[in-house]
């Protein structure tokens, strides 16, 4: 029988009561399994003196994953070094954080033979391989080394960088040269794929026609699959006692002000501080707004082992400890600022409270935190979604307000803007959203890509979200 083989990093299905504080990806992920019969193959977390490529197989919340122990070495270099310290930043358009160190690269190949050699006795002959994500792109040159002949896609969550760009990596060709062993690449966004095509064609001199790169080997054919969440469950959720609950402690709490709400995993590509900024330009801007207005925004810490992420906190905790002395009153705090983690239904109820969802990422591959904005709202009385023109998800939610978030002004005029905005137009924009949402969803993203995939080579790319290909 087929079977579906999923392939990232980390390995992490929400639990069986399904409230964890899974992530984005790991919710569309567990979906894709729970829907096809396979495996969710990954790095467990943990470290050990020596890697012996030992699989643990257990079942959580309903579906089963294979975990691999890693080195400590393999952490420092493959995970905090080329994934986290030069591939994320790189990818983000800050090639001034980008470490360019060539034991991380060594680290980097070092792991995906090592998860490769793991992987590949588990696959049978009928299976179908699905790889996620920037740690993993050499993967299927790996398999295919070691004479695994299934059909492998790969799905980068992130976004593709500028070709001029791209070339600051030593190691650039090679990288992507490597993702010619696939027969399917995904992308989130045709403005992701556009990137792509322009180094395939221009650095490699390689032909893309009919949505497929021709080379020696195989046909690879790539595509722009927009990732969506699990809306309908989402909105449901947000009806449920758990974020009924949340939703009436934060009314209570609010005392007839308007809500700003950010919720963001604490890393520099989300704009966090220049929305504080922006924030307080609105202030400065428009004093009629204080005290009838303030900014909730969730950040929870990551990837706490790397330098510039200590560094961003730092710096938010200034910036917003700085605006709240300067504009709060004895019973009025512009910015509550909270770097503690919520349950999912906890963060429903918050959507809901909010009545505009700041979401102005400088840099994002989709953006699930404004899919879910839009998911959570009451549909009598919507909240407004103001959104960065940088993140994926602004190719298709064209009914937010668009915002560029590297200009406060800007950003502060649309949040001003979102804050006065009729009912009916907030219905207006949010039901054509949440049409999108709703539509696009994760099972039509995982649908779409599992059939692309499962497309015999000469065979044509289907893609969600109805955007175009690019050849
Ligand atoms: C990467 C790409 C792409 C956040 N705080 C809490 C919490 N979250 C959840 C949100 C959302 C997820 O984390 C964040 O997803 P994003 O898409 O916003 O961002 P990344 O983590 O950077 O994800 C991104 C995504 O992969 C999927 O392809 O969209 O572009 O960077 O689901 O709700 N969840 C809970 N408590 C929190 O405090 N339960």
């Avoid at 709400?261 to 989300?270: A, P, Q």
């Avoid at 709060?328 to 770097?339: E, F, H, L, M």
């Avoid at 906890?346 to 909010?354: C, V």
């Amino acid at each position: 029988m087929s079977r579906l083989i999923v392939v990232s990093n980390r390995v992490n299905p929400p639990s069986d009561a399904g409230v964890g504080t899974a992530g984005g990806l790991a919710m569309a992920l567990a979906a894709a399994l729970r829907e096809y019969s396979g495996v969710w193959f990954g790095w467990s977390g943990e470290t050990i003196e020596t890697f012996t490529g030992q699989i643990s197989m257990q079942k959580i919340g309903g579906v089963t994953v294979a975990l691999v122990d890693l080195e400590e070495q393999d952490r420092e270099e493959y995970y905090d070094g080329y994934a986290n310290r030069t591939l994320w930043p790189l990818f983000h358009s800050r090639t001034d954080l980008a470490a360019y160190e060539r034991s991380f690269g060594e680290g980097y190949e070092r792991v995906n033979r090592r998860f490769a050699e793991t992987l590949a006795p588990l696959i049978g002959p009928e299976d179908v391989v699905w790889i996620h994500d920037y740690h993993l792109i050499p993967l299927a040159a790996e398999l295919r080394r070691l004479g695994v002949a299934n059909r492998i896609g790969f799905f980068l969550h992130i976004p593709w960088p500028g070709r001029r760009q791209l070339t600051t990596l030593p190691q650039h060709r090679q990288l992507v040269e490597s993702l010619l062993s696939y027969d399917l690449v995904g992308f989130q966004s045709r403005d992701a794929l556009e990137a792509f095509g322009d180094y395939i064609s221009r650095e490699l001199e390689m032909i893309i026609h009919d949505g497929a790169i021709i080379h020696d080997s195989r046909r690879t054919r790539i595509g722009a699959f927009p990732i969506g969440i699990e809306a309908a469950a989402f909105a449901e959720l947000a009806t449920q006692d758990v974020a009924r609950e949340t939703f009436e402690r934060i009314r209570l709490s609010q005392a007839g002000r308007k809500m700003i709400l950010g919720v963001d995993r604490l890393d520099y590509s989300k704009g966090l501080e220049e929305r504080f900024l922006a924030y307080e330009q609105l202030l400065a801007d428009h004093p009629d707004w204080a005290e009838r207005v303030f900014l909730l925004q969730i950040a929870t810490p990551s990837r706490d082992a790397v330098q510039a992420y200590q560094e961003i906190r730092a710096r938010l905790d200034g910036v917003s400890g700085r605006i709240n002395g300067a504009y709060a009153t004895i019973d009025w705090v512009p910015i509550r600022y909270v770097n503690r983690a919520h349950r999912r239904d906890e963060l429903a109820g918050i959507y809901r409270a909010a009545q505009v969802g700041l979401v102005t990422p400088l840099r994002d591959g989709m953006n699930l935190v404004a899919k879910e904005y839009v998911a959570a709202q009451d549909p009598e009385d919507p909240g407004v979604l103001v959104l960065s023109r940088y993140a994926g998800a602004a190719e298709q939610m064209e009914d937010a307000l668009i915002v560029n978030p590297f200009s406060r002004e800007e950003t502060s005029e649309a949040l001003g803007r979102a804050l006065a905005m009729p009912k009916r137009e907030r219905i207006t924009r949010w039901r054509r959203l949440m049409d999108g949402v709703l539509r696009d969803d994760v099972a039509a993203w995982r649908d779409c890509f599992v059939a692309a995939l499962r497309l015999d080579a000469g065979g044509d790319v289907a893609e969600g979200g109805g955007n175009r290909k690019a050849s």
